[in-house]
């Protein structure tokens, strides 16, 4: 650089435009900017190619301070996707997310607690001693839970229809109620009954329905609300790998209790579909459908009257469209 020429930056800038050389030096410069010129015209080239193929996994847009996320786990997602070197919340995009070649690290696909769809199971109760309204239910597409009670007429033709058709089946076992009138019929569990009796006549009631994967009470309101015959019950279920789907026929039951202390998977039921009649079906159907939404999970029970089946199946629509799937009611229970 001359003295009194300006600065070093003014004096590179010269020479790369050619002006303040000797005419000698001139053919040189021109040269040197073609060659310039087509560096950095290769550079532009290769990062558009880089930015196009390369393996570049985008980061979730971060939904800002204060602000819902976009699905639960979303802080420990995001940060699974930042490379060595990155900033959560910083916009920035790595120049290493350029690099081809294999990620120098492994990411979750997806967080650990991404929830599932809301599901719900609808239950038939009262299985075995009525044949045409239970026959209407086979025509519905969604996996049903049959709840067959022992020594019925259609009680092992239905059970296994049922599983044929790829429903689950159930035994729904006769529990004493409190009202003596009302009687649950054959094979039910007493409280006054001693506990070998009770035992034994559990064990044959679940041997007359064959293939079954869990149990439900029939009726029961004052079996279910006694301590000692609950855990007889949940013993026999424990030992045969059984689950129990609390029907809560009343508010003092002690059921579930007894089987989430002996560790026997179980449920309780949340709404009587038909308690009202056949007529009311679609309304409790939207509360399931509402409380599914609300919960993850919901479980409904009704039973084999006369036009039921077909007001189910008028639901089944609502329920795909709200995206709640129906399932097996073994799935519920924990």
Known sequence: MVPGKGSGIDYILGYLRGTGLKPGNRAHAAGRRERVRDFLLFLNLALLL??????????????????????????AFAASCLLPGEKAGSGLLSLTRLLPGDRPFSRQELPPSLPVKPRVALILDDVGFVRDPVEAFFSIGAPLTFAVLPWGEYSQYHA???KNHGFEVMLHLPLEPLDPAHAPGPGTLFVDASAEENRQRLRANIRNIPGVTGVNNHMGSKGTQDPALMRLVMEELKAQGLFFVDSFTIEGS????????????AARRDFFLDHYGTEDIPRQLEKLLEAALEEGSAIGILHPRPGAAEALAGFLPRLQAAGVRIVPVSELVK
């Open 50 to 75: 880089i930015v196009g193929f390369a393996p570049v996994s985008p980061l979730p847009a971060n939904p800002g301070a204060g602000q819902e996320t976009a699905f639960p786990g979303y802080a």
């Open 254 to 265: 002690v059921a579930l209790a007894a089987a989430r202390e002996l560790g026997v998977p």
């Open 160 to 162: 296994e229809k049922a």
